[in-house]
T-cell receptor, first 113, second 113 residues
Framework: GENVEQHPSTLSVQEGDSAVIKCTYS??????FPWYKQELGKRPQLIID?????GEKKDQRIAVTLNKTAKHFSLHITETQPEDSAVYFC????????????FGAGTRLAVHP | DAMVIQNPRYQVTQFGKPVTLSCSQT?????MYWYQQKSSQAPKLLFH???????NEADTPDNFQSRRPNTSFCFLDIRSPGLGDAAMYLC????????????FGPGTRLTVT
């Protein structure tokens, strides 16, 4: 089955710096890769996603890149702000008969003013 | 304008005492999911319904059951909660299976005493 690895587990940056979180997946048939942001005590919320027919997608300060050959995808946050502090989860859609999301272990991002 | 509603937000139950968590949605989505999330970990899928079709994850304990009486509501029943079942329980919905965004509810934090 699908396995998703996420690095780093914690990331600390200064306000205004960029942050990069990387994930690798094992199932070459996976075709959908969402990123969720979860603030403390709150629900996970989708911030950006990418499908396998696209190599890069950008939404304001957030971008995601996908390398299908290497089976990895990354989240890039530019000009980080304190409100970006949260846990970020990557996920891959596994074609396990009913399309199941497999989550990475999460990255705790701290943005210091 | 809440789209996925979970009640209660906090639930305390005694060891071995059955408990039911509820989820409702106003999105008219076909798919409803139940996830268990323990502190600092990724959400773990317990089961999901595609319309009335129930799909149980292989490693979901028999202690966990679910009901979906209609499109809008889904329940999680824990027959005999153990201390290890203390967690945040997240309900999510998606319009369809596959590459559709999953919308998460706010979660129910379960404490077992």
């Amino acid at each position: 089955g699908e396995n998703v690895e996420q690095h780093p587990s914690t990331l600390s940056v200064q306000e205004g710096d960029s942050a990069v979180i990387k994930c690798t997946y094992s199932d070459s048939a996976s075709n959908y890769f969402p990123w969720y942001k979860q603030e403390l005590g709150k629900r996970p919320q989708l911030i950006i996603d990418i499908r396998s027919n696209v190599g890069e997608k950008k939404d304001q300060r957030i971008a995601v890149t996908l390398n299908k050959t290497a089976k990895h995808f990354s989240l890039h946050i530019t000009e980080t702000q304190p409100e970006d502090s949260a846990v970020y989860f990557c996920a891959a859609l596994s074609d396990g008969g009913y399309n199941k999301l497999i989550f990475g272990a999460g990255t705790r991002l701290a943005v210091h003013p | 304008d809440a789209m996925v509603i979970q009640n209660p937000r906090y639930q305390v139950t005694q060891f071995g005492k059955p408990v039911t968590l509820s989820c409702s949605q106003t999105l008219n989505h076909n798919v409803m999911y139940w996830y268990q999330q323990k502190s600092s970990q990724a959400p773990k899928l317990l089961f999901h319904y595609y319309d009335k079709d129930f799909n149980n994850e292989a490693d979901t304990p028999d202690n966990f059951q679910s009901r979906r009486p209609n499109t809008s509501f889904c329940f999680l029943d824990i027959r005999s909660p153990g201390l290890g079942d203390a967690a945040m329980y997240l309900c999510a919905t998606s319009r369809d299976q596959g590459q559709d965004e999953q919308y998460f509810g706010p979660g129910t934090r379960l404490t077992v005493t």
